[in-house]
């Protein structure tokens, strides 16, 4: 048996609400980081985060609620662990063709320097992804797609 969700939010204020948080949690990484990995000022570092993050942002939502069209039109319900990693890995591997272009232009470094510097990005916001729709489920509950049915649903 589940715990029931701390609050309860329509659709579409969970979804902006998903993407508001984990986005500017994602800011508050990925800057320091950027500056430091690419020796770039910390204000160069946050605008192209925050430029990444916009883009994030709109495919954060877009993603989300095609995610959450097909869940509920597979009968998918209860998010187990192997929905969660197809989830982590749609929304990661999206993301990455759209910003390779964008930091091999910010950084001056060709296609394939930006594709492997994106990868280590890649790798931590893939499991910053799978932990932070896990904690967000359970603060918040499952959209209202992927529920089971009666009293006994999981998260």
């Given amino acids: 048996m589940s715990r ?5 939010l329509t659709p579409v204020t969970r979804r902006v609400v998903q993407a ?9 990484a990925v800057t320091p980081t950027l500056a430091l990995i690419f020796d770039h000022a910390a204000g160069s570092a946050f605008v192209l985060t925050v430029i990444m993050s916009s883009v994030a942002l709109a495919w954060n939502y877009l993603f989300n609620s095609l995610f959450e069209r097909w869940e ?15 989830h982590a890995l749609g929304f990661e591997g999206g993301l990455l ?4 272009p964008l930091m091999a232009w910010w950084l001056e470094v060709t296609l ?6 994106d990868l280590g990005i890649f790798v931590f916001f893939l499991v910053y992804t799978f932990a932070f729709t896990w904690v ?13 049915p009666g009293p006994d649903a999981s998260i």
């Fill in 97 to 100: 063709v759209m910003l390779v």
């Fill in 136 to 148: 967000f489920d359970r603060v918040f509950g499952l959209p209202v797609g992927a529920r089971m």
């Fill in 20 to 28: 508001v948080l984990y986005e500017g949690i994602a800011v508050a």
């Fill in 72 to 86: 509920a039109r597979t009968g998918h319900t209860g998010r187990p662990w192997p929905i969660r990693a197809l």
């Fill in 4 to 8: 029931p969700a701390v609050f309860s």
């Fill in 112 to 117: 394939l320097e930006a594709f492997v510097a």
